[in-house]
């Protein structure tokens, strides 16, 4: 178990500063998820707390001391990579024990390590077999047991589960949430996939182009996002928006005039806000109720549906230049072509500044 801090770390290859200054604390035994889009520095981070690239400034410690200048084999962690990283020459039990020999560690405790981390990761009949012989979910179970027999303060991983399809993806994500919740290690996690950072962290950090846009418990995002990035990254379909300007304000909600349709309202603090500002109405795709045209905060017309089965999916054109997306539960009669009206709830709708993305923030329920 260990604790892990970033403070205000920064990373430049030659003149390009690609990280701009990173806070974040990490608590003993907590399942943190790096999320961003391709580029953000999200593999960076994790390599600098890894040891395997150095810190241009800041400071990163872990259970409170400094480790900037300590080798990568000091640092006691380890890390697990997308691309396996497995020896193809050698054994499953030689991939696990390698890196204890030359450890020096006594053969009784390999061993046992061994033995163990097989037990867990239910690769024991694989033992023998070498790298090449194995599917792609079974490597990458062995190059989590090779970080497991290291018995590793912090579990680094970097897009463990990219290379697997859907299917075991899925099973994938649920085993290492099921290794965390019985070695209970604090594990950092690196992953493009939003949906594997709402499933699996106990906090994430949404990271873009080199910044922690926020840093909380997946539903705390999903429900209150800081700002536009956050909101439209976190979230399948993503949230909606609207361009509109700000037509009133009250001490606890703001009401918007988008451009087309009745005001709309938002429950949040005016901070920040004045009247006339050009804002995003923003909604999620499921916080919305369908309604005949006229009753509506405004119209759409549907030009697509799909039909799921247990759940069914509305896109809609509102003008020539604004869709969207509308989530239903179950199967629905609503066809191509229909006119429908749409009405948002203030308790699930945000507003973000054009200029600066900010969110109008949302009362803690
Ligand atoms: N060795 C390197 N030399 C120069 N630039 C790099 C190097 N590694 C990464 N970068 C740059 O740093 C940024 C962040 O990259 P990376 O951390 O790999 O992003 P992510 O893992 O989020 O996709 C990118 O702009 C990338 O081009
Ligand atoms: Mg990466």
């Given at each position: 178990m260990a604790t892990l801090e970033l403070l205000d770390v920064y990373k430049s290859y030659g003149d390009v500063e690609v990280i701009h200054g990173i806070d974040m604390s990490v608590d003993h035994g907590e399942f943190v998820v790096f999320v961003g889009p391709s580029g953000c520095g999200k593999s960076t981070l994790l390599r600098m707390i890894a040891g395997l690239e150095n810190i241009t400034g800041g400071e990163i410690r872990i259970d409170g001391d400094r480790i900037n200048e300590?080798?990568?084999?000091?640092?006691?962690?380890?890390?697990?990579?997308?691309?396996?990283?497995?020896?193809?020459?050698?054994?499953?039990?030689?991939?696990?024990?390698?890196?204890?020999e030359n450890l020096r560690m006594p053969k009784d405790e390999i061993k046992q390590r061994v033995s163990r981390a097989a037990r867990m990761l239910q690769i024991e009949q694989l033992l023998e077999r070498r790298p090449g012989a194995l599917s792609g979910g079974q490597r990458q179970r062995v190059a989590i047991g090779r970080a497991v027999v290291r018995e590793p303060k912090i579990f680094l991983f970097d897009e463990p589960l990219s290379n697997l399809d859907a299917e075991l993806r899925v099973k994938m994500r649920v085993e290492i949430a099921s290794l965390h919740q019985r070695i209970s290690n604090t594990m950092i996690y690196v992953t493009h996939d939003q949906i594997e950072a709402m499933t699996m962290a106990d906090k994430i950090a949404v990271l873009n182009d080199g910044r922690m846009e926020q840093f909380g418990r997946p539903l705390d995002i999903y429900n209150r996002p800081v700002n536009r990035f956050v909101a439209g990254f976190i979230g399948s379909p993503r949230m909606n928006f609207?361009?509109?300007?700000?037509?009133?304000?009250?001490?606890?909600?703001?009401?918007?005039?988008?451009?087309?349709?009745?005001?709309?309202?938002?429950?949040?603090?005016?901070?920040?806000f004045q009247i006339g500002d050009k804002v995003d109405f923003g909604f999620r795709p499921e916080h919305i109720s369908i309604t005949s045209p006229e009753n509506g905060d405004f119209k759409a017309s549907v030009t697509a549906v799909e039909q799921l089965g247990g759940e069914s999916y509305l896109y809609c054109n509102l003008s020539e230049s604004e869709q969207v997306t509308i989530h239903m539960q179950g199967q629905t009669e609503i066809s191509r072509n229909d006119t429908i009206g749409i009405k948002t709830d203030e308790k699930q709708t945000h507003v973000f500044h054009s200029k600066t993305g900010l969110a109008g923030l949302k009362s803690q329920e």
């Open positions: 300590i080798p990568a084999a000091q640092r006691g962690l380890a890390m697990v990579f997308q691309s396996y990283a497995l020896y193809p020459h050698m054994s499953v039990q030689q991939n696990l024990s390698f890196g204890l609207l361009p509109g300007v700000i037509k009133e304000i009250q001490p606890d909600h703001l009401v918007i005039q988008l451009k087309e349709g009745q005001p709309v309202s938002v429950s949040a603090s005016p901070d920040g």
